[in-house]
T-cell receptor, first 112, second 115 residues
């Protein structure tokens, strides 16, 4: 079945460091791919999305490119801030599917 | 729009009591989802509604759990009787549709503690 695998956390970085959180997926067809962010005590928020191969989603300095050949959707940010500390979820919506499948989440800590 | 509104934000109840969680989705969204989040099991989909009709309730853990959506602007998740292992954060999310890559809008959640 369809699934999402993302790197285990926690990831700890110093402020202004480069961030990569890996995400790979298994799905038939051409799913839509998403990254969500969850700050402490809050619900998940949609961070960015891509709906077809080679699309790049971007928001708030974060980027991810839909790579069909490697079935990946890695999240990147060039310079993280303390305020980026949160849990990040990779997710997919399968072609013709009725629900979104979420990864386990990766916790990010950014130190000042 | 005020977003997806959930109430209460926090609920503490004794084992055996009935608990009702409430959700108001975003106006115009026709899909609604109930999730449960715990440290051990992560994010679990409990039930999904489309146009107020339950489509998939396979994630509802047992008969003690029930969900309704009487109209497009309101849904409830009920646990009766509640047990300590039901303690979790329960999220409601809505979307413009099950397809199309629109993504979900989540509420702030209800933190349930059963003692």
């Amino acid at each position: 079945g369809d699934s999402v695998t993302q790197m285990e956390g926690p990831v700890t970085l110093s402020e202004e460091a480069f961030l990569t959180i890996n995400c790979t997926y298994t799905a038939t067809g051409y799913p839509s791919l998403f990254w969500y962010v969850q700050y402490p005590g809050e619900g998940l928020q949609l961070l960015l999305k891509a709906t077809k191969a080679d699309d790049k989603g971007s928001n708030k300095g974060f980027e991810a490119t839909y790579r069909k050949e490697t079935t990946s959707f890695h999240l990147e940010k060039g310079s993280v801030q303390v305020s980026d500390s949160a849990v990040y979820f990779c997710a997919l919506e399968a072609t013709g599917g009725f629900k979104t499948i979420f990864g386990a989440g990766t916790r990010l800590f950014v130190k000042a | 729009d005020a977003g997806v509104i959930q109430s209460p934000r926090h609920e503490v109840t004794e084992m055996g009591q009935e608990v009702t969680l409430r959700c108001k989705p975003i106006s115009g969204h026709n899909s609604l989802f109930w999730y449960r989040q715990t440290m051990m099991r992560g994010l679990e989909l409990l039930i999904y509604f489309n146009n107020n009709v339950p489509i998939d309730d396979s994630g509802m853990p047992e008969d003690r759990f029930s969900a309704k959506m009487p109209n497009a602007s309101f849904s409830t998740l009920k646990i009766q009787p509640s047990e300590p292992r039901d303690s979790a954060v329960y999220f409601c999310a809505s979307s413009t549709g099950p397809h199309g890559g629109y993504g979900y809008t989540f509420g702030s959640g209800t933190r349930l503690t059963v003692v």
